[in-house]
């Protein structure tokens, strides 16, 4: 399995940015997705992800600003983010949920400043 999520860089606040994540080495399309993330001194977060069903879930933070989304013919999933702000700052990891074991990718980091 492996995960490559890029499409970080620097941005002012109330900007935007699609983040990737590469996908292969395993059946993406009965993949459950997500993306989390980490800013500096704080654990490990949910930000977005899609469930069992195939319906997705949104941290309270990012709601009607994030969009989550699939191609299970290009095997990527992405993260459109906007109006951004200073505290959306962290390194973004997409995950995968694969038969019963998860996986990470290596992180985009993303910064929000003007």
């Known amino acids: 399995v492996q995960l490559q999520a890029f499409g970080g860089g620097l941005v002012q606040p109330g900007g935007s940015l699609r983040l990737f994540c590469a996908a292969s080495?395993?059946?993406?399309?009965?993949?459950?997705m997500g993306w989390y993330r980490q800013a500096p001194g704080k654990q490990r977060e949910l930000v977005a992800t899609f469930s069992v069903g195939g319906s997705t879930n949104y941290a309270d933070s990012v709601k009607g600003r994030f969009t989550i989304s699939r191609d299970n013919v290009k095997n990527t999933v992405y993260l459109q983010m906007n109006s951004l702000k200073p505290d959306d700052t962290a390194v973004y990891y997409c995950?995968?949920?694969?038969?019963?074991?998860?996986?990470w990718g290596q992180g985009t980091l993303v910064t929000v400043s003007s």
């Open positions: 080495g395993f059946i993406f399309s009965i993949s459950i």
């Open positions: 995950r995968v949920y694969y038969l019963g074991t998860i996986y």
